[in-house]
């Protein structure tokens, strides 16, 4: 079966299959971008040799004083998140405009599988944004114990 005919067919059951999506806009023949009722703004496209959806979410651009500490924060995340959905903070421009990423392969492609991949980057994306508010000493604190928690 062609992957992006059933992603085009699960798009158009994905709107009135979510409450907290607000609109859903096709960009291209491969990708989307969706606004959810919280404010968050998706963006999600498929991808191919594997097939897999890559997610994106813009998370905002950190004030030019703290852009050191978000940035060493960003880089702290990323190691962090390695092996979790190739999970990833990335720079969008010249102005340090931070964009979360993920990639996802989905198993069967139903409209579940598609569903509870947006909730859960969502709500990942919510978490960040908040999580970026906090200095480098806040995230370094954690590292041991994420490192114990890994380890079990």
């Known amino acids: 079966m062609n992957m992006l ?14 409450a907290v ?15 959810l009722t919280s404010g968050l703004e998706l963006g999600i496209s498929f991808c191919s040799s594997p097939d897999r959806l890559m997610l994106s979410a813009m998370i905002g651009a950190p004030e030019v004083a703290d852009r050191q500490s978000i940035y060493t924060t960003m880089l702290c995340s990323n190691l962090l998140y390695a092996e979790e959905q190739a999970l990833r903070i990335a720079l969008t421009g010249p102005d340090g405009d931070l964009v979360l990423l993920s ?8 409209l579940s599988e598609v569903t509870d991949a947006l909730s859960r980057f969502s709500a990942t994306t919510q978490n960040f944004i908040e999580g970026l508010s906090l200095s480098i000493d806040d995230v370094v604190e954690t590292l041991p114990n994420f490192s114990a928690a890994a380890r079990v």
């Open 5 to 18: 005919l059933r992603l085009q067919e699960l798009m158009q059951e994905l709107g009135p299959s979510m």
């Open 103 to 110: 990639e996802i392969i989905p198993t069967d492609w139903t």
């Open 21 to 35: 999506i607000e609109w859903l806009m096709q960009e291209s023949e491969n990708s989307w971008s969706i606004g």
